[in-house]
């Protein structure tokens, strides 16, 4: 499985932005899979934000809950995550992540992109 980032870029806070991650590999036709967004800023650790899992249940961590909204396209193998009011401590590289039964929120990820730069000025 392929996966490509796209949508970063860097505004104000309080800004909005979405995210893109399409998904490429002929697994995903043939199994359900669970899809999610890290992040990782400059000298911390990476951090799960955002999954949905192949029930349809969405989790996210504190930081973003009621800001950020994850969500996906099976007909085109892509999942958005949405952002609403960033704040300058968002800023950083997220990155997509896939991955086949079991998986969820806290599970290891077996597939990765490379990521896509977010940044939130004051």
């Known amino acids: 499985v392929d996966l490509v980032e796209s949508g970063g870029a860097s505004v104000e806070a309080g800004g909005s932005l979405t995210l893109s991650c399409a998904a490429t590999?002929?697994?995903?036709?043939?199994?359900?899979?669970?899809v999610g967004w890290f992040r990782q800023a400059p000298g911390q650790e990476r951090e799960e934000i955002a999954v949905?899992?192949?029930?349809?249940?969405?989790q996210y961590a504190t930081a973003v809950k009621g800001r950020f909204a994850i969500s996906r396209d099976n007909n085109k193998n892509t999942v958005y995550l949405q952002m609403l009011n960033l704040k300058p401590e968002d800023t950083a590289m997220y990155f997509c992540?896939?991955?086949?039964?079991?998986?969820?929120?806290?599970?290891?990820?077996?597939?990765r992109g490379q990521g896509t730069q977010v940044t939130v000025s004051p």
């Open positions: 590999g002929s697994q995903l036709a043939r199994s359900s899979y669970c």
């Open positions: 949905q899992d192949i029930y349809g249940n969405k």
């Open positions: 992540a896939v991955d086949f039964p079991p998986c969820g929120y806290g599970y290891s990820w077996e597939y």
